[in-house]
């Protein structure tokens, strides 16, 4: 019996180490990447920081990824350009390798507490022509969180 479980073990790993490979050359990259801005249209985000302390704002991406979008001081505007789908409503990043990074929300917070801080800024995901831009402003709100709403309050 001894002599019969190690030519199974011996099978078993020449399997094993077979399988990599074999997945390797079957391996398909996503295929659902969209590279460049044709047909989408530009919106300017523009957010203002009412607080009296740094905020950074950040993009939560699809997939659990997420981008810093950046960091404004106090009285400053943070912008950035995001690129509208108009048939689906995406709202996307384009990152360095000219791909389309579809935004899932954008949190903005303070910089030395920002998941503690932080709130969702609103975005208006909606098929059709979009805005030129998009106008927040994040205020001290409730509970030490920050308020991030319309330009307009």
Known sequence: ???FNAVLLGLFCSLA??????AEDRYVPYSGIIHGTEGAEPVELRIRN????????????????????GTERPGGTLGVTLWHDPGTGVLNLMNTGDA??????????????LH???????LPFAAGPAPDVIE??????????????????
């Open 17 to 22: 180490a077979a399988l990599p490979a074999a």
């Open 116 to 122: 503690a801080t932080r709130d969702r800024v609103a």
């Open 100 to 113: 389309r990074m579809p935004i899932e929300a954008i949190w903005c917070g303070r910089v030395e507490e």
């Open 50 to 69: 009412e607080t009296n302390r740094p905020m950074s704002c950040t993009a939560s991406l699809a997939h659990w990824y997420s981008d810093v979008i």
């Open 1 to 3: 019996m001894g002599r």
């Open 136 to 153: 927040r402003v994040c205020r001290d709100g409730p509970a030490g969180r920050l308020s991030c709403d319309g330009a307009d309050g």
